[in-house]
């Protein structure tokens, strides 16, 4: 048994054995089965399938919604698809079903920007993951489709928002890199080779342009659209062009990673763990990052939960990726720490309101969003807790499968 496997089978163990009452063992599916039950009573509430939760602002404990055309429409689907994955509640099946379905729209309209992998990738993606629908299936090679028309030959990147070309030129946002997943998917499943090489190509330009010298990552670049040069790095939900957005890094983390797990080419990964150890080298001793690793307001800046359950999955993504067993044990156990954080009482919401997390911060220099719940940390959340159910149930099986 290999070193990491053996010190996750301790655990497991250590687990299963009675716990001193002043150091609780903490749970993946015990924070699961309670999210799924605020889940179920959240639900109690809606009535309407075509509006989509997005936020909730101070002194409120109730969700405020958004239309289908938001870039946040796919989360709350993609929150009660995990619900369901981790409950076999059919009840749940069944809502998430319902509000998948609005979303189809997104696919077979003309593209407004990057965020469709949000939209249909998080929904139809995670529903068609779990069930195998065949509906679901054509749904998101339409939407493949649709932001590949986005794609610039001569830059080699997506157009991430076409509304500002005018003040970027050919824009891509590292936020993209995430839609990307799609593209890849679509790829295999009867979309053709250019969409994988579209969504290759762009993760390329992006490693080159958007990754700065010291491993932290730029928000935007611009691109001549006519001669693909790079123009600028700016920053549009940062605090400075050259400040360090904790997002924005988790977003690069994550989908760097992926992009190697879908192409193979080791500098996608190689760019991954730089990114993810910046990220670790100066994050806050409480583990949990400011909303922008460079705001002069530290300590009295806000925090970004979110983030923080962005950088849980793209780590357990990255342990699941790399072969050395140090590695894997490193970023496994950064990915369960920040968990166990966003699981404490100063992150989950409990009874406070229908969120599952507190302390996320959406756009702060449009005073948007600041310090309340966000839809998407829920759903990269209940992702995190997902994908560590799943890890330590495959070290439970391997173990036992090893004694027989």
Same mark, same amino acid.
């Given at each position: ?11 497991? =163990? ?9 150091? /609780? ?30 936020? =909730? ?16 429409? &796919? ?16 009840? %749940?099946?069944?809502?998430? @079903?319902?509000?998948?379905? /609005? #979303? ?11 965020? #469709? ?7 139809? &993606? ?32 997506? %157009? ?13 946002? #590292? ?28 993760? @390329? ?15 935007? &670049?611009? +691109? ?28 690069? #983390? ?13 500098? +996608?990964?190689?760019?991954? *763990? ?7 080298? !100066? ?12 705001? /002069? ?20 993504? *990255? ?9 894997? @044990? ?39 969003? *600041?310090? *309340? ?13 997902? !994908? ?13 499968? @090893?004694?027989?």
């Amino acid at each position: 048994m290999s070193k990491f496997f053996l010190m996750l089978t301790i655990v497991l =163990i250590v687990s299963c054995s009675p716990a001193k009452k002043e150091v /609780p063992v903490f749970s993946a599916q015990e924070m699961l089965d309670e999210s799924v039950i605020k889940t179920k009573t959240t639900l109690e509430s809606l009535t309407v399938k075509d509006s989509f939760l997005r936020n =909730i602002p101070k002194n409120q404990t109730n969700w405020e919604f958004v239309g289908v055309n938001d870039w946040c429409s &796919g989360f709350w689907p993609g929150v009660l698809w995990y619900a369901y994955e981790a409950s076999n509640d059919a009840s %749940l099946k069944k809502e998430a @079903e319902a509000f998948t379905a /609005p #979303i189809k729209t997104i696919a077979y309209n003309s593209a407004r920007n990057h965020d #469709i992998g949000f939209m249909v990738y998080c929904s139809f &993606g995670n529903g068609y993951r779990i069930t195998g629908n065949p509906e679901y299936k054509e749904v998101l090679l339409s939407a493949a489709d649709t932001l590949a028309t986005l794609y610039n030959d001569q830059v080699g990147s997506i %157009l991430s928002w076409p509304e500002k070309r005018e003040e970027y030129s050919h824009n891509t946002i #590292i936020d993209n890199m995430m839609n990307l997943e799609l593209l890849f998917w679509a790829a295999k499943n009867g979309g053709g080779q250019r969409l994988y090489d579209i969504a290759t190509s762009h993760a @390329e330009v992006t490693m080159k342009n958007l990754v700065r010298p010291d491993n932290s990552l730029y928000h935007l &670049g611009s +691109f001549d659209e006519e001669t693909g040069k790079f123009l600028k790095g700016y920053t549009h939900q940062g605090y400075a062009d050259e400040s360090m957005w904790a997002r924005g890094q988790t977003w690069g #983390i994550y989908g760097f990673a992926m992009a190697y797990r879908e192409t193979g080419k080791k500098e +996608f990964l190689e760019t991954s *763990i730089k990114l993810a150890d910046h990220y670790l080298e !100066r994050l806050p001793e409480d583990g949990i990052p400011y909303w922008d690793f460079d705001d /002069p307001k530290i300590p009295e800046a806000p925090k970004d939960a979110s983030a923080a359950a962005i950088a849980a999955c793209g780590m357990l993504e *990255i342990a699941n990726l790399v072969k050395d067993d140090q590695l894997k @044990e490193k970023y496994t156990n950064e990915a369960i720490k920040f968990i166990k954080i966003l699981s404490s009482e100063e992150y989950y919401s409990g009874a406070k309101n229908q969120a599952l997390l507190l302390h996320s911060t959406g756009h702060y220099p449009k005073n948007s969003e *600041i310090d *309340i719940p966000i839809i998407y940390a829920d759903y990269y959340y209940m992702e995190a807790l997902v !994908r560590l159910k799943k890890l330590e149930e495959a070290t439970a099986a391997k173990a036992l499968a @090893e004694k027989k």
